[in-house]
């Protein structure tokens, strides 16, 4: 075993951080926490990581997502998420594509990763992520944020969980209502990359057919049935 990865174990056994190696994951959204997602995944040591975003970074931006930083305005999210990367662990492979994410091109995407994150911040583009991540059969961690309140679910292909989650809402989410703070970010993407992690090893009670609310606000969470 690699130095790099010894304080993993025995949180996770030595055969499911070599496993952990052997895996792909998708990141669409490299912002407030895609950011942190990546982050989290790539210093894990998931093997192959695919970081998607069309958007550059602005001045607002630099309170809350981590790859933020002056030099860094207007260049590339997913560039420069994928310039972290080999930074923090240059072992593993790493796509990154500037584009938005659509039905022009979710397919060649997609295809073949073992799980999908949702780290957008549009309702209407979440809902068409699920959609097609049922298509190709492939699970889906979902998360959202708006000021001090998160929320975390994961998707398997027929659950059409967020169908349930935004019944009835319009295409646009309260974030920009609320704010985004960043230690909101950094605490819905841990409970995401957690997914990820029980998602790829098999292991834990995973956030299916449930939502995890998370209210820093007030120091409460709640997990509920859907």
């Known amino acids: ?10 949180a996770i056994s030595e055969e499911e951080n070599a496993a952990l190696f052997e895996k792909k994951v998708c990141i669409i959204g490299c912002g407030g926490l895609g950011g942190y997602i990546i982050e989290i995944l790539a210093r894990i040591g998931v093997g192959s990581l695919i970081v998607v975003d069309g958007d550059v970074f602005e001045e607002s931006n630099l309170n809350r997502q981590l790859y933020s930083k002056m030099e860094l305005l207007g260049k590339s999210k997913a560039e420069s998420a994928y310039e972290r990367i080999l930074e923090i662990n240059p ?3 790493v796509k990154y594509i500037y584009d938005f994410f659509d039905e022009s091109n ?6 073949n990763s073992d799980v999908v994150v949702d780290a957008l911040d549009n309702i209407k583009t979440k809902k068409f992520l699920q959609k097609v991540c049922e298509e190709l059969d492939i699970p889906l961690v979902h998360g959202a944020i708006g000021g001090w309140y998160g929320q975390v679910a994961t998707v398997l292909p027929g659950d059409k969980t967020l169908d349930i989650i935004y019944k009835g809402k319009e295409d646009k989410g309260v974030e920009k209502i609320l704010g985004n703070l960043p230690f909101t970010a950094s605490c819905t ?3 995401q990359s957690s997914e990820v992690i029980k998602l790829l090893i098999k292991r834990g009670d995973l956030l299916r057919k449930k939502i995890l609310f998370i209210d820093m606000l007030n120091n409460e969470s709640e997990i509920i049935n859907l």
């Open 189 to 191: 993407a841990s409970y």
């Open 1 to 10: 075993m690699e130095e790099r990865y010894r304080r993993n174990i025995e």
């Open 106 to 111: 979710y397919a060649k995407i997609i295809n």
């Open 91 to 93: 072992e593993i492979k």
